[in-house]
Structures are given as C-alpha cells and as structure tokens.
Nanobody, 116 residues
Framework: QVQLVESGGGLVQPGGSLSLSCAAS????????ANWYRQAPGKERELVAN????????NYAGSVKGRFTISRDNAKNTVYLQMNSLKSEDTAIYYC?????????WGRGTQVTVSS
C-alpha cells in the first residue's frame, strides 16, 4: 500500500526558510519521480518541483526557481523540499505525489504559512 507522509510545515516570516520532508512507503521509491505540489486558498493545485528516481532530472516551477531545492534520499525513502527566501505567496498546503501504474498517490499535505 502506497503511503506518503509530509512533515515540516509551519509559520515563518517573509524571507525565512522551511524544510519539508515526505516519507514514502509501500513501493520501490527509488524508481519513481517524486513531486511536490502546493495549493493555495482559492487556487488550483500546482506543481512546485519534481525529481527523478536517481536525481538526474530536476524541474522547478518558475515562481520558486532559485529559492527552493528538491532532493531525495533513496536509502531513507524520503524526498525533501528546502524552501528559502519565502514569500507570502508561497503560503499553501504542500503535497507530496507519485504516479505509479497510472495512479496518482498523494499525502495529506503540510501547511506552510508565510506571514509577519
């Protein structure tokens, strides 16, 4: 059974940093792209960043490029999102996602609030 559990969200001031983690289980994590999405109130869910199984391919949304860093540790079945220089518009629920055999799996999400 595929499980994804996010952690690390919280309240941070503009310009601050947060590090998110997503622990995966129930499938061979190292073979799959891992994705971070976010959804702000009243907006559609958007892809923030993703990373291939061996970390050879990494993509970022234009809005976070240069500020966020995605990484993974396949020995720990975990994908990370380091978020620096946070802005109020980064406020959202952040979700971990993988697609396996055509089925999308999601964690429950972790709230990130950027506010002074």
């Amino acid at each position: 059974q595929v499980q994804l559990v996010e952690s690390g969200g919280g309240l941070v001031q503009p310009g601050g940093s947060l590090s998110l983690s997503c622990a995966a289980s129930g499938f061979p994590f190292r073979y799959y792209f891992a994705n971070w999405y976010r959804q702000a109130p009243g907006k559609e869910r958007e892809l923030v960043a993703n990373i291939s199984g061996a970390s050879e391919i990494i993509n970022y949304a234009g809005s976070v490029k240069g500020r966020f860093t995605i990484s993974r540790d396949n020995a720990k079945n975990t994908v990370y999102l380091q978020m620096n220089s946070l802005k109020s518009e980064d406020t959202a629920i952040y979700y971990c996602n993988i697609v396996r055999f055509g089925t999308a799996y999601w964690g429950r999400g972790t709230q990130v609030t950027v506010s002074s």
